[in-house]
């Protein structure tokens, strides 16, 4: 609990301790025409176009290990409001150790569970925190937090593990591929490292409406995933 009240007082701060001597001219206009909190901001995304790559894991599947590699492609609208317009990703699913050695240990005859092979949507991103972090005296990180949400399609197998008795090394196969649709929603940081570029660091829930021992249900995918984006030029 006291490492929770502890993180939230930090972000609360940081536009505090960030606060500078406001600067002139256009930019300090619009700053005060936005009532902006932290002054001086470097990097602004209004109109511009975001391209990013990343690679992540979804760290809390015992069944499945994926490891995914994507790129999104994003339309900022103001700094506050964007239009995440695709977000593709990869996966690389294969059965972990644990749902093999169950099987067989067990002796289960039949085991279904969902690998993603491919993540397709489309979301609206909504920044309302950024702020400034002191790093190493003058150094100044500048950080952007992000939350997405929107729909999405994703190519899945059904896959079935069947063992015929305990101790007996278990059969994969594959029940049924097919497209599901999701409910996907997420919390990103981005440092921007100058104006075109930024490191990033996404949260996300790709949750799959999908069927699973002849009954659909809704089923998490949550996913961890770090990368660049680059920024074109303001229209």
């Not at 609208?77 to 099987?103: H, K, M, N, R």
Request: hydrophobic share 45%; aromatic share 12%; no cysteine.
């Amino acid at each position: 609990m006291k490492t929770f009240v502890g993180l939230l007082l930090f972000f609360v701060a940081v536009p505090v301790f960030g606060t500078g001597e406001d600067i002139g001219g256009s930019q300090g206009v619009h700053e005060k025409g936005i009532n902006a909190i932290v002054r001086n901001k470097l990097y602004y995304k209004q109109g511009r176009i975001e391209v990013g790559g990343h690679a992540g894991v979804m760290p809390y599947d015992s069944l499945i290990n994926h490891f995914m590699a994507g790129s999104r492609l994003t339309w900022h609208l103001s700094d506050y409001l964007g239009w995440e317009i695709i977000d593709a990703q990869l996966a690389f699913p294969t059965l972990t150790s644990f749902s093999t050695g169950l099987v067989q240990d067990k002796g289960i005859s039949r085991m279904e569970t969902l690998k993603l092979k491919t993540m397709i949507g489309s979301h609206i991103l909504f920044s309302p925190l950024y702020g400034k972090m002191r790093l190493f005296g003058k150094a100044i990180l500048w950080l952007d937090i992000y939350l997405i949400g929107g729909v999405g399609f994703n190519n899945t197998d059904v896959v079935q593990l069947s063992s015929t008795g305990t101790g007996v090394a278990g059969t994969e196969s594959t029940v049924r591929t097919t497209w599901d649709p999701s409910l996907n929603f997420g919390l990103g940081f981005k440092i921007f490292l100058n104006d075109a570029m930024g490191l990033v660091l996404d949260f996300r829930d790709y949750i799959v409406m999908t069927e699973l021992y002849g009954e659909r249900s809704l089923k998490s995918n949550f996913t961890v995933s770090a990368g660049l984006s680059f920024f074109l030029p303001t229209f």
